[in-house]
């Protein structure tokens, strides 16, 4: 048997010299994605035209009877509507539309970094040609043959798409035997982390914004009571006094781990 062909990803290196591998959205998951964007644009337009009904009753007659250059801008604002809907999705929700957030996949820069305004609006402003000539078959077309499986879009833009791989953090935070306070060593000589720790570490700094804020609060005071052994009272009390002290004190003992 030929081994098969490894799945694309996007190899990214973090601040603390580690790097991490994110697997690449194929066309499934973009089409599944784009069918719940749509659906919630369809049922948008849909909302919109039966509140134009209840103030024109001819609502294609009225359409008729507008100049054409004013037919022209409606048009222009049709596509300009969408444009936004994906374009600030993407720009306020880190990369993510709803069809996105449902399917666990989000866009990126092509070294794995957030996607910013231009690249979005790059990409979007793109999906007139990916669209052609119809159904989206150029940008399909485009996906099969990339590597990354980017649409003409991306590929101006200089993004991708990656799927988002959950990691059960509970079952590496489990609490610490409880240490006394003879045993204990001061903050300042505090045991190197393990491999398997500094990956935990990791990957939880990567995913902590887009956590809700109590699971994000939870999960490092867990991670600070597996990692932080050796502090005090008053030292723990100090680091889990907010989130973004956390994971202050997990960075600093991810990066001295290397």
């Known amino acids: 048997m030929t081994p098969s062909a490894p799945a694309p990803h996007v ?16 066309i499934g ?38 100049s054409g250059l004013v037919q022209t801008l409606l048009a222009v604002g049709l596509f ?11 720009v306020f929700f880190h990369g993510q539309t709803p069809g996105k957030r449902a399917l ?9 970094s957030p996607v910013g305004f231009f690249e979005s609006a790059v990409r979007n402003l793109c999906r007139a040609v990916d669209f052609l000539p119809v159904l989206y078959a150029t940008g399909c077309i485009t996906m099969l043959l990339d590597g990354r499986h980017r649409r003409l879009g991306d590929l101006l833009a200089g993004t991708v798409l990656v799927r988002e791989e959950a990691i059960d953090l509970d079952k590496y935070t489990q609490a610490p035997a409880p240490v006394s ?11 190197p982390l393990s491999a398997e720790d500094v990956e935990l570490v ?11 804020k109590d699971v994000r609060q939870r999960l490092g005071a867990r991670l600070v009571d597996r990692v932080g052994a050796g502090l005090t ?8 006094a907010s989130p973004e002290a956390a994971e202050a004190f ?9």
Do not use: M, N
Request: neutral net charge; aromatic residues 12%; contains cysteine.
């Open 202 to 212: 990791l990957a939880f700094l990567s995913r902590a914004p887009g956590l809700e």
């Open 80 to 90: 300009a509507t969408q444009w936004l809907y994906w374009t600030l999705a993407e």
């Open 29 to 66: 998951y973009r089409c599944l994605a784009w069918l719940v964007d749509a659906s919630l644009l369809f049922f948008f337009w849909v909302a919109l035209y039966f509140v134009v009904t209840l103030l024109v009753s001819d609502v294609l007659g009225a359409f008729q009877a507008l």
């Open 104 to 112: 666990r996949i989000r866009v990126v820069r092509e070294d794995g």
């Open 11 to 26: 190899d990214v290196a973090t601040p603390e010299r580690v790097a991490l591998s994110l697997p690449v959205a194929g």
């Open 181 to 191: 306070d003879a045993a204990r060593e001061p903050a300042a000589v505090q045991r």
């Open 250 to 258: 997990l960075r600093t003992r991810a990066r001295a781990a290397h």
């Open 233 to 240: 009272d008053e030292e723990r009390a100090k680091v889990l």
